[in-house]
């Protein structure tokens, strides 16, 4: 009997560190890109699409679609330089 059918496997682009809404814990993301593969006994071997990109936690292991996790993470540091350029503000003193 043959065995094959289709997965998706996930290859992991960059890492980094943000905080996960799942967990509430500043953690480690992955941020992989996920292919679709023909799978012969369970075996990846032919890939037949891309399924897009997601950021994986790695200590609870949910994932997100990228752009909402990264744009987070982006207006997040926005937010700390302006409030960082605040406090240098001499009116704020
Ligand atoms: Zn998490």
New binding site residues.
Partial sequence: MIFFGTKAVGKTIETGSFE??????S?VYKHEQVNKYFTLYFIPLIPLGDLGKQIT??????SFVPNTILNHIESKDAVNSITKKKRNCPLFK
């Fill in positions: 996960c809404p799942s967990c509430n814990q953690t936690c790695t200590n609870c292991n949910s």
